[in-house]
């Protein structure tokens, strides 16, 4: 079967630069679900996919590159992908995303145009892109999919703007929302996704990806001494990060808390870290460092409050990637994660400090041999159930079934 895919996807080192030397960070969970999406791909012997990436970089002067020009990138061994090429400046890029991104896909379907078993894919409902896709697809008489990791009536709402900006950047959700239920399927992290965009439409659910091998390296990782609680991603009150902070404070022994990331909560953490030197700010780290703290801690959390309306189309990215590591989990009971994964990791059912101080407390007092049982059945899980290449093969049958439907119902 042969693929066009859209996506954010670039070689990591490259992301990683970029970051590096950006005033504005952008989240780096799209880039690690799609490389791992890229290399279960590749691992899949009847799939002849062509990437092209509209990169995730703020724009200028939030990141210090104003141009970048059609260039391949090497994903992995099996695959490239080519930069559409374009001006880092506030709807100049949009713009030229989408004039370029159109080239690319009219000349792929018309070099594919008797080839029955192909499709495209697009990684977001990105506006400046999608609608082209859903436009020439029908025009070419092409299956087009969308793989939802969020939804197009979110999309900004965590980036402050203002005047004018924000004006246009309300616009491009607008005309998110306006096509979401115009692809022949979709490829959603939660359930309950399908009843925001497109609730007759075909579909599967991902959640998300574990990789098999990115802590191969750590296998024999030793655990700090003492025992770390650890967080790792965006540093920002809504994914109570002040209420994971105020309950550390409050829980007797010799334990250490160990914060990575990057957000408008830095100057708090800093302070709070004055106070209480057994909380580790280590600030924004490279990705291999991130997965060797993870398999050196005791415990794992993600604890974002679960009583607004969001968490039931969110799949938190982190909990496959902290499942897979080996090392225990406690997360909040999210309507977003199926009732299945709780199995395997510790739950907290209302996020207050009180609460919260309490379950670390019980946790913590385990026994290093029980914390490591769960941090096993966990892994054993993911990486049985929810792999790269596992995930792709879904994503292949999919796109398969519905290509042999469409056949059935024109002969």
Known sequence: MKILYFGTVRNFEEFEKIIKISRRKVSSAPQVFENMLMKGFADLDNIDIQ???FPSISTYPGSPRLFWSSKKERINDRISTTLIPSINIPFIKQTLFSFFSKIVL???LKENIKTVNKAVIIYSIYEPIAKNIINLCEKYHCKCFAIVPDLPIDYYSKTEMKGLTKFFYNQYVKKGV????????????????????????????????????????????KKYNPKAIMYAGTLDKIYGINILIEAFMQIDGNYELWIC??????????????????????????????????????????????KP??????????????MASGTPLLSSNLSGIPKEYFKYIYCIENITVEN??????????????????????AADFVLKNKSSKSQAALIENFIIGQLKHEKTLTD
């Open 356 to 377: 919260l101080k309490l379950t670390l407390s019980q946790i913590m007092a385990y026994t290093a041999n029980s914390l490591e049982e769960k941090g096993k059945q």
């Open 309 to 322: 309306e969001y968490t039931k189309f969110s799949f938190p990215s982190k909990t496959l990637e902290y």
């Open 51 to 53: 990437v092209s990436t």
């Open 178 to 221: 306006s096509i979401q239920n115009k692809f022949s399927g979709y490829i959603y992290f939660t359930e309950q996704m399908k009843f925001e965009i497109n609730p007759s439409a075909p579909y599967i659910v991902l959640e998300g990806i574990a990789d098999n091998e990115i802590f191969n390296d750590y296998i024999t990782t």
């Open 261 to 306: 990331g990057s957000g408008n909560f830095e100057k708090e953490i800093q302070n709070y870290a004055q106070k209480d030197n057994r909380i580790k700010y280590l600030g924004r780290v490279e990705r291999n460092r991130v997965l060797k703290y993870e398999k050196q801690a005791s415990l794992l959390v993600n604890v974002r409050d679960n």
């Open 106 to 108: 009219r000349k792929w």
